[in-house]
């Protein structure tokens, strides 16, 4: 019985401890691999190169891909951290329009790093970018 206390005090620490992400996370590069890339910037403004029209817009036969940018802004809905993407215009949709960039943290021996990603069609995968060139360490305290 004891353990089980023990087992879950630290459970709680560990997890309550795990901090959210924050704007100085996610500045910088980040790819795909497949090449696409976001660079996330101070500003609160980002770019976005390469990225398959189908993640975007839901069109899973459409094969080409996408570029611009637009502002963003990290949010919380319902418990979940994501990026909102805000494009004011673009090519596909001249009135501009809106998306969500989920937020994940990811621990891999002692270490944990954040990671951004689309759910694919009907939720089956996850078309994900990982840090190449954060403003500070991607490495944070847990």
């Known amino acids: 019985m004891m353990r089980i206390s023990i087992l879950a005090l630290f459970s709680l620490v560990l997890f309550s401890s795990c901090s959210s992400p924050k704007k100085e996370d996610i500045i910088g590069v980040w790819l795909s691999n497949d090449s696409s890339k976001f660079q996330f910037n101070n500003d609160s403004t980002f770019n976005v190169a390469n990225m398959p029209k189908s993640i ?62 689309f759910y694919g069609e009907n939720f089956d995968y996850k078309y994900e970018f990982k840090p190449v060139n954060l403003k500070r360490s991607s490495k944070t305290k847990h």
């Open 56 to 117: 975007l817009f839901g069109h899973y036969t459409n094969k080409s891909l996408f570029s611009g940018s637009g502002f963003w802004d990290i949010q919380c809905l319902e418990n979940i951290w994501k990026i909102e993407l805000i494009f004011p215009k673009s090519d596909e949709l001249p009135g501009g329009f809106a998306c969500y960039l989920n937020i994940e943290k990811k621990f891999h021996f002692g270490r944990s790093t954040w990671s951004l990603f």
